[in-house]
């Protein structure tokens, strides 16, 4: 597609359990994101990745989260043991160039944790 | 980081009018700053950036200004339509970072433009 596919559009658990959530960056895009959208804390970055350098995962707010990109495309974000306040829309976004702020995003994944 | 409250602050203007969305950064380290418009139900998408060696910058019915001295960013829609109406955010990064592309979001801002 010419965009940045995110999937599932929305994902409803029960606190405790994990979850995926699946990024298709646009192709020959070299950098991925992930963001969180929440009400409480606005945008937020999480991970970064760049081509085949470790990524950046300083905005990771636990070790429950992790994040992989596989052959430099596809990005699973992964949540283990959800909790209630990590409902949130979480966004990716992918770059032709890591020396650029400018994004191209996915609609996202309205996560809601019951 | 800034957090954002329920209430975000709020623009409504008659369409053609101007205006004028602004934004208040943090750091003074950072030398990229960049405006984003999100529609409902959609990610944020690309308006218009500045890098901090200038201090103005104009693109199509946009123009972003830069005052670095008090630390104050903003956005200018001329001929506002309709379709402007959405969520609009700063976003700030610096060079020392991994990337620019790793950006600190403000609060947004909710236009909104009646016919």
Redesign the interface.
Known sequence: GAG?SQSPSNKVTEKGKDVELRCDPISGHT?L?WYRQ????????LI?F?GNSAP?KS?LPSDRFSAERTGGSVSTLTIQRTQQEDSAVY?C?S?FL???????????TQLSVL | GESVGLHLPTLSVQEGDNSIINCAYSNSASDYFIWYKQESGKGPQFIIDIRSNMDKRQGQRVTVLLNKTVKHLSLQIAATQPGDSAVYFCAEANAGGTSYGKLTFGQGTILTVHP
């Open positions: 940045v950098a994101y929440s009400l409480g804390q606005g945008l937020e970055f970064y760049q950046d905005g966004l976004a770059s890591s020396e650029s702020g400018i994004l191209f995003f996915g609609s996202g």
